[in-house]
């Protein structure tokens, strides 16, 4: 996504909306990540290096966090606290990704790229999500 569809995403004078845009994108790509590994487990297995099982349990993970982070940007003032822990929940998977990458998972060069760029993706959202929670708590000011 470029910074241009960012900017047009978070363009509106209602802080609150511009956040649950951020939420409802996060729960977007989530969920596609997580019905993809849900459905085509084990030949996107064959081309990560990544166990199938362990896609679908991943798969199945992401469609329910993405649910509940849908569910979140679905509220007319998303809560401050469970907004905090969608942000911190990225940060985490963000992190947990690079260190799975490093110590534990022996990925084909796909699933490499794959592990870094998602990891990244997933930063970027904790990060817009908490700029559009601090635009939010500035608008109350």
Do not use: C
Request: no cysteine; net charge positive.
């Amino acid at each position: 996504m470029s910074a241009t569809s960012l900017a047009v995403l978070a363009r509106t004078s209602d802080p609150h909306t511009a956040l649950r845009r951020f939420l409802a994108l996060d729960a977007l790509v989530t969920g596609a990540n997580g019905l993809a590994y849900l459905i085509a487990s084990a030949p996107l297995g064959r081309l990560l290096g990544v166990r199938a099982g362990l896609l679908t349990a991943l798969g199945a993970f992401l469609a329910l966090y993405a649910a509940a982070v849908g569910l979140l940007a679905s509220r007319a003032r998303p809560a401050a606290p469970a907004v905090r822990a969608v942000i911190e929940a990225n940060l985490a998977w963000a992190v947990l990704s690079l260190v799975a990458l490093a110590l534990w998972l022996s990925p084909t060069t796909a699933g490499a790229v794959w592990t870094v760029l998602q990891a990244v993706t997933v930063a970027a959202f904790a990060a817009l999500q908490h700029i559009g929670l601090k635009h939010t708590q500035d608008s109350r000011v």
